[in-house]
């Protein structure tokens, strides 16, 4: 029986009927529906619409449900259902009868869908936070197995200061760590409860929504019946959180592709995650990295979707939210694939120190640290900023580097040269003179590498305690 029949004389066209269902993407919203079914069911016990038989007869029913969909997924098979909603009404009637009728009784599928996918993006959260932690704990390793190793820092894409190798990883581990914050904010906003909200106005029961709330673990009832059935905030929340962590992810497999290549050769592509060319038979190419940067593509494009579908929206549920589902699993499916992937990566691959450090020490590198040791003997910025590019300019003729001058050249510039000069351009001297909180010198950064440690820790303590 269809959820909506009575009022129509003549049947639905069926290629009309196939093509607004959902079932086909809205049933691994299943669990959910389950279980906010069974939160409904006690608030209808308790508001006398069910007897205490009548209330075990359907839980058991939902629970026979779950139990034959995980015997077998053929069970979610069905040519007639429209949605999850409908498939588990008509599944409930099968095995227990009329009685199963009786679980619409007060509520609408508008707040039905709403609560679902706030349930679903909430255990995608929690998985996803779990996920990004072990990415962060792999990113952690990585920089401490570099230890003193250095390589150089790029602005504009040219050479800019050296810094540690765990410097550098630091900078992502910021990235993802923020990623996972602005998931757990998502998640602290979203955990409100619409049920009880009905098609749009309210209960037409006096059902207990602080009781329906607190089974479904979320903070409270929604405040507004309007607004909790057209609300998809969360939606686009989530998937504007996953499209920056995607970003990042992109950005992060850019440089690795980019430090893979033989020009660079800083990294070693771990062979288990590379492909080779069918043509040339020496290619080992980055895939995984490629991907990665092309995930962020459609993952961006989902969160486009999803805003271009909200905003011509009247209040309040229009049908149009239907289509909000796929481009969230979509975005949702591509992240929780791609995360453990990366952390995989990560583990496997090895860098090229040597050739991190050859790049750190050519290239004028060490030009402001050498600009520093004037101002330090009382040469105002400006002028050491001049009298150290003239100095370069030298070097460039010469075809060496600052430390090669001699103590004359140098002196010729600059009377203060001291022999103490050549001390303060050795790579060593050039990180430890970035003693700052946040900065590339060895004690700070493993100050900010236990720090980091602590922060991944509280995100798998937050997540532990809300499973
Ligand atoms: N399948 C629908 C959706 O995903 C469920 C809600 C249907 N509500 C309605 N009034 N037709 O949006």
Same mark, same amino acid.
């Given at each position: 029986m269809k959820m909506w029949s009575g009022r129509f004389r003549q049947p639905l066209n069926p290629e009309f009927e196939h093509w607004q269902r959902s079932f086909e993407f809205d049933k691994r919203l299943l669990t959910h529906e389950l279980g906010a079914s069974n939160a409904h069911a006690h608030a209808l016990r308790e508001a006398g619409v069910l007897s205490s038989d009548e209330l075990i007869t359907i839980l058991q029913g939902l629970e026979k449900i779950g139990e034959l969909t995980t015997a077998s997924?053929?069970? +979610?098979?069905?040519?007639?259902?429209? *949605?999850v909603h409908h498939f588990v009404e008509k599944q409930l009637v099968a095995l227990?009868?009329?009685? !199963?009728?009786? +679980? =619409? @009784?007060? &509520?609408s599928r508008n707040e039905q869908i709403a609560t679902d996918l706030r349930l679903y993006v909430r255990t995608v959260i929690d998985q996803l936070r779990t996920d990004l932690a072990e990415f962060g704990y792999a990113l952690v390793d990585c920089a401490r197995q570099a230890k003193d190793a250095v390589m150089p820092a790029y602005t504009h894409m040219q050479r800019a200061e050296p810094v540690l190798v765990a410097h550098w990883l630091l900078a992502y581990l910021e990235m993802f760590l923020r990623d996972a914050e602005r998931l757990a904010d998502c998640r602290w906003r979203l955990n /409100?409860?619409?049920? !009880? @909200? #009905?098609?749009?106005? !309210?209960?037409t029961l006096p059902l207990d929504r602080r009781a329906m709330a607190a089974s479904l673990g979320f903070g409270s009832p929604t405040a507004n019946s309007i607004d909790a059935t057209s609300d998809r905030d969360f939606i686009l929340e989530f998937v504007n959180s996953l499209s920056i962590l995607a970003m990042h992810l992109s950005r992060w497999a850019e440089e690795m592709i980019l430090f893979s290549s033989q020009e660079f050769g800083f990294i070693n592509l771990p062979e288990a995650y590379s492909t080779g060319s069918s043509a040339m038979p020496q290619k080992k190419n980055p895939d995984l990295l490629e991907l990665t940067r092309g995930k962020a593509a459609r993952v961006i494009g989902c969160a486009t979707a999803l805003l271009v579908t909200l905003k011509?929206?009247?209040?309040?549920?229009?049908?149009?939210? $239907?289509?909000?589902?796929e481009p969230l699993f979509d975005a949702a499916d591509s992240m929780l694939s791609l995360v453990p992937l990366v952390t995989k990566w990560m583990k496997a691959v090895t860098f090229n120190y040597e050739r991190m450090r050859e790049a750190a020490q050519? !290239?004028?590198?060490?030009a402001w640290a050498a600009a520093t040791y004037l101002v330090q003997r009382g040469v105002p910025f400006r002028l050491a900023h001049e009298q150290i590019g003239r100095a370069v300019q030298i070097c460039l003729e010469k075809q060496c580097?600052? $430390?090669?001058? @001699?103590l004359e050249e140098l002196q010729s510039l600059n009377?203060?040269?001291? &022999? *103490?000069f050549y001390v303060c351009l050795s790579l060593e001297s050039v990180l430890s003179? =970035? *003693? /700052?909180?946040? #900065?590339?010198?060895p004690a700070r950064v493993q100050q900010a590498l236990s720090a980091v440690e602590e922060r991944i820790k509280s995100i798998c303590e937050e997540v532990h305690a809300h499973a």
């Open positions: 997924p053929a069970f +979610l098979e069905d040519p007639e259902a429209e *949605d227990v009868g009329d009685t !199963g009728y009786k +679980l =619409h @009784s007060g &509520r /409100v409860c619409p049920l !009880g @909200s #009905g098609a749009v106005a !309210g209960a011509g929206l009247p209040l309040a549920y229009n049908k149009d939210l $239907q289509e909000t589902q050519s !290239g004028f590198i060490n580097e600052l $430390q090669e001058l @001699s009377p203060v040269f001291d &022999r *103490d003179v =970035h *003693d /700052v909180a946040g #900065g590339t010198a």
